[in-house]
């Protein structure tokens, strides 16, 4: 059984920082690349950012390039968004997931948190 537990999220003002954690449990060996990815309400879940178990490299969608960046430690089963200079449109359901692949797209992943909410007031 695979469990991806999520934590650090929380209510912030506009230009602020949080850090959000993934830890997972269970099975890890099929899982190459992790994500985040957030939903806000009334729109799709879309992707935020993807690091690679084993290299490290990186990911980011154009909309918070420059402000989060994501990282790991491969001997924690952790990985971590910190997310910078947010914005209120940063607002959202925060996801991390799993998936055997290299892929930014939702329906690769296979194993998901379960989700923790981020609020950035203006």
């Known amino acids: 059984q695979v469990q991806l537990i999520e934590s650090g999220g929380g209510l912030v003002q506009a230009g602020g920082s949080l850090r959000l954690s993934c830890t997972v449990f269970g099975r890890t060996f099929s899982m190459n690349t992790m994500g985040w990815f957030r939903q806000a309400p009334g729109k799709e879940r879309e992707f935020v950012a993807r690091?690679?178990?084993?290299?490290?490299?990186?990911y980011y969608a154009d909309s918070v390039k420059g402000r989060f960046t994501i990282s790991r430690d491969n001997a924690k089963n952790t990985v971590w968004l910190q997310m910078n200079s947010l914005k209120p449109e940063d607002t959202a359901v925060y996801y991390c997931?799993?998936?055997?692949?290299?892929?930014?797209?939702?329906?690769?992943?296979?194993?998901w948190g379960q989700g923790t909410q981020v609020t950035v007031s203006s």
């Open positions: 690091i690679a178990w084993r290299s490290g490299v990186t």
């Open positions: 997931a799993s998936t055997p692949g290299t892929t930014s797209y939702t329906g690769d992943y296979d194993y």
